[in-house]
Each structure stands twice: as C-alpha cells, then as structure tokens.
C-alpha cells in the first residue's frame, strides 16, 4: 500500500523497461515517474519509439516493468495498492475493477454485437451489467445501434463503443492509446468532448497521442523522449503552455 | 453474459472454420453409433430370451468327449446329477439331424431337439395354443433357417429325410413325414440357431436309427446330448456349476451360451469397438490441432479479453467451452447419422432372413445409456483435446497477444 494522495489514481515510480534486440539492450524507459489524477486528462506525447506506448502497457498492468513500481489507486478513497509482484489473476481483476482500455484500432469483437462487447468485461454480471451497457452506449450515442455488429458501425461508432466497453466496470482510470488516430475529425471531436466529460466526473483519463489537437486539448502533457521525461515532472499544464505561446506571439 | 453465451457466440462465428473438425467427428459417431447399434439391438434380442423363470437357473451340462473315466450322459447320470445340492431338476436333451424339403426343391437341415421345459422356445406362429409337450410326428422349427422363411409351411405336413445307419461312417437316408405344427423366433439360440423341437421319443428312435444302437439301449449307451440341470435359485448357479463340473463333466450357465451372437452381428460390433477407439483419437487429434490453430488465429482476441480483465482461467474455460460445444454438435449430428446409418444396415442384414429377427426395428441405435455414454466420451474427449493449446493461449501476456493494439 501507499500513502499517495487521494486524487493521484494511477502513479509509477521509478519505472525502467528495457528489451534485447539482436544481442543489444534498448533502455524503452529510464526510472520514469509519473502521477495521474482523478478529474484530469493527461496527455502523454512523444516521438514514434520514445517510450510512451511501453508506459501505458506498464501502467495498464499487462506487462511488467523491470524496475520501480506502479500503485493504483481506488476511487471514492480507496486505497492504492502497489501492483509490484502481484500474480496474474490479480492483476487481471485490478484490470477489470480499476482500469478501462481504448485501443487505437478499437479491438472490438467482430462476432459480437456492440451490446455484447460493452458488457465483456462484466462477465459474469448478466443483468446489472447489461442494463448498465445500454446506459454507457446511450451516453456514447449509439442507443440505436446496440445490436450491431462492429462491421456494421463506422470507425467512430466503433471506438465510442470500445468507449463505452473501458467504462461497464466504472472503473477510475481510462487508458486510452492513439484513441482518435483512425477518426475523422467530427469523431474525434465528439470522443475528446467524451474523454472531457469522464474527467470531470473526476476518474483520470491518460491518453497517449502524438496528435496536438488531442495533447491540447489535454489538462496535463508529459513528453517522452528516448525513455524519459523532457517536461517537469507534474507535467506541463495546458492553460499555462497555451498562455506562454500567447505572450511569446506577443513578443513577437 | 457469461462464459457459455460468449462460448456458444464464437462457435457460431468460427462455424466455417470449425467445420472440419465436426464433419471428422460426427461422421465416426455416426459409424461408431450404427455398428454398435445393431450389435446392441441384436444382442437385446438374443437377451430378452432369458427371463426370470428357469432359463436364468439353468446349466448346460455336455457330453464328456475326450475324458474316459466319466460316464456318458445316460438316464443313470441324470439321475446323479438329480440328487447334487441346490439341484431342482434334470432335464435331458437328445439332437439329431435330418432335412427338410421344401417346395422350392431345397433341403434344409435341421436338429430334432428334446424339448425341454425350462427352455421353451419363443414359439411366434402355431397351428394351437399350447404347443407344448408335442405329439409324436410334430415339430416346432425355426421361423427362417439357412435363409429360408419356414412360416408358411406352419400346419402342413413336410417331407423330411432322415438317416438310417448302414455300417460304421455309412448310412443311408430314409424319407418320411412330419407336420409342422409351429415355428420360433430364430434368435432363441439355445439349441443352436437350426434346432427343431420334437417330441421325445421321436427323437430318440431317429437318433437310435442313426446310431445303429437299438432304441431300448441307446439311452444307456450311447446316452444323451445334453443334459439341462436347473438350479433351485439364481443365486445356487455357480455351486452347481462347481458340483457338476467336479463331476468331470463340461458345462456352461445359459448367459454364456447367449452372449454369443452370429459372427456377422459379433464382427459389427467388434467393427462398433474398434470405431469407438478411432473416434477418440481421431477427436482427441482433431481438437488439438483445431484449438492450436484457431487459438494462433485469434491471439489478439485473446489479449483483448485479457486486457479487459479476463482472467488466465476465463479465458481457458471460454476455449474449453467451445469444443466441448463442437463435440456436442458432433455427436448430435452423428446421433442422427448414426440412426440412418443403423436403419440402412439393419435393411440390408433383414435381406437375410437369419439375420433379419436380431434387426426388427427402423430406428437403431445403442440403449439410452449406452448412446448417452458415447456422446459424453465424445464430449469429453473434444473438451481434453482441446486443453493443452488452450492453456498455452490463455497464458499469453495480453501484449503478447496484441501486438499491433
């Protein structure tokens, strides 16, 4: 257990990955820290190779860093547990409790309706969880569209769907990769205005990006380069960037 | 949702690439449940000759050939044979063989048997109620013998030939007449398939005939067949047995003599047997080699799930789940297969009018349990194939299985 504070939902510590490739280490993360909040989204950017995809894997619990530790935290005050060590079928029910997952290819199940995909992770759950499934796929505005098949849906409706899929177990973190970098722009708007309105129910959304449009929109971006972090280490807040820029066109 | 509805989900969108597998399995049920069906049919009706009368009590005691220090099997021995313990009776049985000619110009040979009491044949057309004991001149034949339908000469007088004894290893046939007065289900085996019930003493002039032996003598020489020695109880069958046997005489309990069916119906359901054992290792093969290679196909599916929070276990019984599906599917299907198959076999065997009393029926498959037994092993064996390459999928790390997410 940790003593991080309330609103920190998801933290890493120290956190080191590396990989052998062709009888060379590649360090992919250098003892990286990094705190994400309830009621925040953060945005985490960087260059195709920086790391940022491996850290979401790490922070997501599927798969395991080889240094430093990586606490979640419950909502409504729970406390966070340190997922160091902890066995597989832990880790999967931590997964199912406390995180929700946003592909970039939506990786919906092609044989199931979008109904069924949404209650997936609720196995178990029949009634509750499809009421509740109906409700999240109402708020993502595919109500109508429940009993489709994901070869039926347009790629937006398909990822507000996996949207809805991350959210059946009101989990308190949303990991979300490249979650707009199949969309069109209208997409992409409404599912940001979606990601705006978890936050401010106040889980922790983190969305890793290298669309700007997606960063700004963003309350906290941190930028990964070469397995570390080139900003501050609580992140740089949009508002503050976006004013900076403001004085330095001034200036100019 | 649970683990069966997805499980039962993805066999219907997998069906194309599962068909193999169920069109492998469902067709060596079908051949597995056909043979084995008409064996069990067959062997029901050879069974359902025993009831719980005497015929469950009796031992079939045969002539000692080839042991010289024991008597032959004359009134003075059925009369031993009386006085064991547990002993209720004795009851003897004299065989010979003479032929019959039909209209048709052939000759078929029969057995005139003793009929005896505890053992009354299963009598299926008569010229009168109660046929038993029989008059001198009549005889009780089976219904079809040596692929001739004996019913219709039921109430007529036939020409039979029998045999006169010349010298020895010679004799000479001696024409004759007898009314057929009823007919039997051939499947009553207990006198051998060709037996014909005659009265006692016909029986034995034909054989004293036959034997050269004056009649007067031949019961104290020469001596009889068999003798039947019934037990007082079920229960009382092996004692006897043991008694007689010590006896030095050869002997067999009537379930031992029924077991045995024609060699046809034993080789289908030897045929059934073996089938059996194929289909398990063709359904064992089939399972691994499906799940592995699906499993391969779908390992992104397989880190969605996981990465959604499905447990190793979950994800493995979903797989499990899903073969066991397809093994149902398949033994249902050879369920049905296997009742067509059955019905055609058993259409082509009822071609043959010896075989044709142990396949009555259109509809042939193994007893409820039996059937049950096999679609469960089918099941099973499916569902154990299907386990280690399930296991080697669920335990995938969800990254590993997703690579491009």
């Not at chain 1, 199949?182 to 992409?188: C, H, I, P, R």
């Not at chain 1, 997606?214 to 501050?232: E, I, Y």
């Not at chain 2, 039996?370 to 386990?387: R, W």
């Amino acid at each position: 257990m940790s003593d991080i504070s309330v609103s920190t939902l998801l933290r890493a510590e120290g956190v080191g990955k590396s990989y052998t490739l062709r009888g060379r280490r590649v360090d992919v993360l250098r003892g990286v820290d990094l705190a994400v909040r309830g009621g925040e989204v953060t945005a985490l950017v960087g260059h195709s190779g920086s790391g940022k995809t491996t850290l979401l894997h790490i922070l997501g619990l599927l798969t395991p860093p080889d240094g430093g530790r990586v606490f979640i935290g419950g909502a409504d005050g729970a406390p966070a547990v340190d997922t160091t060590g902890l066995p597989d079928g832990a880790l999967a029910d931590l997964r199912r409790s406390r995180l929700g997952f946003v592909f970039q290819s939506y990786n919906l199940l092609p044989q199931h309706t979008a109904l069924r995909n949404v209650v997936l992770p609720s196995l178990g759950r029949r009634h509750e969880s499809e009421a509740r499934a109906r409700a999240l796929l109402a708020r993502v505005g595919l109500a109508e569209r429940a009993d489709h098949l994901p070869g039926e849906l347009s790629g937006g409706e398909q990822q507000r769907v996996a949207l809805a899929r991350a959210l059946v177990n009101d989990p308190p973190v949303v990991l979300a990769d490249e979650p707009t970098g199949n969309l069109d722009t209208e997409s992409e708007e409404m599912l940001l205005g979606l990601f705006r309105e978890l936050a401010d129910e106040g889980r922790a959304v983190l969305l890793v990006t290298h669309n700007p449009a997606v960063s700004a929109a963003a309350d906290v971006v941190h930028r990964l380069d070469k397995g570390a972090f080139t900003t501050p280490a609580e992140g740089v807040r949009t508002d503050t960037a976006a004013a900076e820029r403001t004085e330095t066109g001034s200036a100019e | 949702m649970n683990v069966f509805s997805l499980a039962l989900t993805n066999v219907r969108a997998l069906r194309r690439r599962l068909f193999g597998l169920v069109a492998l399995v469902s067709v060596a049920a079908a051949v597995c449940l056909g043979a084995l069906g008409i064996a069990d049919r067959a062997q029901g009706a050879a069974d359902a000759d025993v009831k719980e009368s005497s015929a469950n009590r009796s031992i079939t005691v045969d002539r000692p050939d080839g042991r010289p220090g024991t008597p032959q099997l004359t009134q003075g021995t059925a009369a031993r044979l009386a006085k064991l313990p547990h002993v209720e009776s004795v009851q003897h049985r004299a065989q010979v063989s003479f032929g019959v000619l039909t209209e048709a110009g052939d000759t078929v040979l029969l057995y005139a048997t003793t009929h005896r009491p505890a053992l009354t044949p299963p009598v299926t057309k008569s010229v009168r109620k109660n046929l038993f004991p029989l008059r001198p001149g009549e005889i009780v034949a089976p219904a079809a013998s040596q692929g001739v339908d004996l019913t219709s000469l039921v109430g007529q007088e036939i020409d039979i030939e029998t045999t006169r004894y010349v010298r020895q290893g010679e004799g000479t046939g001696v024409s004759g007449h007898a009314r057929l007065v009823g007919v039997y289900d051939p499947t009553w085996q207990l006198d051998n398939p060709d037996a014909a019930y005659a009265a006692d003493a016909t029986v034995i002039t034909w054989a004293a005939e036959r034997s050269g032996e004056p009649k007067g003598s031949y019961l104290s020489t020469i001596g009889y067949d068999q003798l039947t020695v019934v037990a007082r109880s079920a229960a009382d069958v092996p004692a006897v047995m043991k008694s007689v046997q010590d006896l030095g005489y050869p002997a067999i309990t009537l379930q031992q003599q029924l077991d045995a069916l024609p060699a046809v119906l034993e080789m289908i359901r030897v045929v059934g047997q073996v089938l059996l054992g194929v289909l398990g290792v063709l359904a064992f093969v089939g399972a691994v080699t499906v799940t592995g290679a699906l499993s391969r196909q779908r390992a992104q599916e397989i880190g969605v799930l996981k990465a959604v929070g499905f447990r190793t276990r979950s994800v493995l019984t979903m797989l499990v789940t899903e073969m066991a599906l397809v093994g149902a599917l398949a033994a249902l299907i050879g369920t049905v297969l296997g009742a067509a198959l059955g019905g055609g076999a058993a259409a082509l065997l009822r071609g043959n009018a010896d075989l044709a009393p142990y396949v009555r029926g259109w509809v042939l498959l193994p007893s409820p349990g039996t059937l049950l037994l096999l679609l469960g092993l089918t099941v099973l064996v499916v569902a154990m194939g299907s386990l280690a390459p399930a296991r080697r999928a669920a335990s995938m790390s969800p990254t590993d299985a997703m690579k491009d997410w």
